[in-house]
């Protein structure tokens, strides 16, 4: 090995030398990449390109519904009197009215456009869902996490979800239905005033599988309150089964819906299962196929769309994906 004159350099020991300090805090430090649990799940998430397509096709889905209505001046009635309008097929409809996209899907039993009824009865739908889901998955949630970890609440509760949970769903949402005016929040206290309960018993099994871990022992010991071990250990560590579980229920409330709607039980304003259950007589007459395949094809793909990504995301969401 060469030897360096360090004479030559020119340099004063103190220069060339220095003190360096050891610091039994700086040691302790570990060089890691920041983790961002959020950026971490939509990367995933990104990474696969069938979501891209999927969620793609859901922002059309959603536009189409919210926004695509508040431009169109429809009145499903204009043209009832009009006996040459009804029950007319893309082609007709195109033929003697021109191509646009009013015609596209044909002319409805009063002469409305049948693209326009879907978008305006999807709207109404989606908003059912998305309202049932969001009231139902915070109480479930949150009385679930309680729910399972209190045993004092779990015997209250077991008992409550074995008088009720026996009691078919679809029965209790047709007799409430019946007992008030069938209207849209009619429908959501229909189906919220007991779907919260399904949800919370599911949380419930998910959270007795953890609460006797190490960590949430530790935080009983020290004092901590059942409430905030459950809100602040549980619950996070379960978004990927909370996202799941929510991807299952928002589809579900649009086919209870059509279901509903189907056979005659169900809102008074035009969704797209009242639409359905309008075209049930189209379905065998030639020619009248489109108004009642149109709905129920849309009515289909928005809920395959909305299992899809919440399941998917779903998945994106367990941190054992992160990897």
């Known amino acids: 090995m060469e030897k360096i004159d360090l004479s030559a350099l020119g340099m004063s020991e103190e220069e060339l030398f220095s003190h360096v300090d050891h610091s039994k805090a700086e040691s302790e430090k570990i060089t890691a990449p920041r983790y961002s649990y959020w950026h971490s799940v939509f990367r995933v998430f990104f990474h696969n390109k069938v979501n891209i397509v999927v969620l793609a096709l859901l922002g059309i889905v959603l536009l189409l519904a919210y926004v695509y209505p508040a ?8 043209n009832v009197m009009d006996g040459t309008a009804k029950h007319l097929s893309p082609a007709a409809a195109m033929k003697a009215y021109g191509v646009n996209i009013h015609t596209i899907l044909g002319l409805g039993g009063n002469g409305e456009s049948t693209w326009d009824s879907i978008w305006f009865g999807s709207r109404i739908s989606i908003s059912l869902a998305f309202v049932c889901a969001a009231i139902n998955m915070t109480v479930g949630v949150l009385v679930g996490a309680i729910w399972g970890f209190s045993k004092r609440v779990d015997m209250f509760m077991t008992e409550v979800y074995n008088i009720i949970g026996n009691v078919p769903y679809i029965l209790i949402i047709s007799v409430m239905i019946m007992l008030f005016t069938s209207s849209f929040w009619t429908m959501v206290f229909a189906l919220t005033i007991t779907g919260w309960l399904f949800i919370a018993y599911f949380i419930r099994t998910q959270v007795i599988i953890i609460r006797d871990r190490e960590y949430n022992l530790a935080s009983k010991c020290l004092g901590t309150s059942t409430i905030k071990i459950a809100m602040k250990n549980i619950l996070p560590f379960m978004t990927s089964v909370i996202v799941t579980q929510l991807a299952t229920e928002i589809p ?36 009248w196929e489109f108004e009642f395949w149109s709905p129920v094809a849309i009515a289909s793909i928005i809920t395959v769309v909305l299992y899809v990504v919440g399941q998917n995301l779903g998945d994106a969401s367990d941190p054992r994906t992160h990897m």
Not at 259 to 287: C, D, K, N, Q, W
């Open 252 to 287: 579900s409330y649009i086919s209870y819906e059509v279901f509903l709607a189907y056979i005659g039980m169900g809102m008074g304003e035009m969704s797209l299962g009242r639409l359905i259950y309008a075209a049930e007589g189209a379905m065998v007459t030639p020619g």
């Open 71 to 78: 431009f169109v001046d429809f009145d499903r009635y204009a």
